[in-house]
């Protein structure tokens, strides 16, 4: 299958509350090969945004993930205490 888009292949926005986070698949110059993006974009006035880029490249993708699963395995398990509340939706407290 030929890459008909040159650059970007693969997008995917998470907004979540004041910031969104992007995550686009590229391909390089000569269509070869590919790597991620991983952007946070952050409005910072009426229409100015402050954005911070990670590049991450296919070598890496499994230490990568094994990380970021090991660190919210960490959070989740040890510091944060999920409860019910009364409406219904799952609420993260820390723990004492």
């Given amino acids: 299958m030929e890459n008909t888009y040159k650059d970007e292949i693969f997008t995917k926005r998470v907004r979540a509350g004041k910031r969104t986070y992007f995550f686009d698949v590229k391909s390089t110059k000569s269509e070869k090969d590919f790597y991620i993006t991983i952007t946070e974009s952050k409005r910072v006035g009426e229409e100015e945004y402050e954005k911070h880029k990670i590049f991450l490249y296919k070598e890496d993708f ?7 699963d090991e660190t919210v395995d960490y959070v989740q398990g040890k510091l944060l205490v999920h409860t019910e509340p009364t409406g219904g939706e799952a609420v993260a407290e820390k723990q004492a």
Avoid: S, V
């Fill in 62 to 68: 499994e230490k990568f993930r094994d990380a970021l």
